[in-house]
């Protein structure tokens, strides 16, 4: 069975877990088959913040493509906004 499903969201989508709090929208579609489901498109994360290995994160914008590569496999690649830097900020407070 073929597969040619779109997916889009508003500008107002929102990813919530205990692990994550994202915001952004999301332009997609899921084709290929049911045993090769392909997704393409966009995402565009408008700011957030995440845990990663106990650190948190940060996001304040980026962009999340989904493509087919050169090679016809399935590639994903996060692109951050120019001038955008990661940064790792922790504090440790100890009360009495």
């Given amino acids: 069975m073929k597969l040619d499903v779109a997916v889009a969201s508003s500008d107002v989508l929102a990813l919530s877990s205990s692990q994550l709090s994202l915001q952004g929208s999301a332009d997609l579609r899921v084709v290929g088959t049911l045993g090769h489901p392909v997704i393409l498109g966009r995402t565009t994360l408008s700011g957030g913040s995440l845990i990663f290995m106990g ?42």
Avoid: K, M, W
């Avoid at 016809?72 to 100890?94: F, I, K, M």
């Fill in 55 to 96: 650190n948190v994160y940060q996001v304040q914008s980026g962009t999340v493509v989904f493509a087919i590569g050169q090679d016809g496999a399935d590639a994903q690649y996060l692109r951050n906004n120019p001038g955008t830097a990661v940064q790792h900020h922790s504090e440790l407070y100890r009360f009495a």
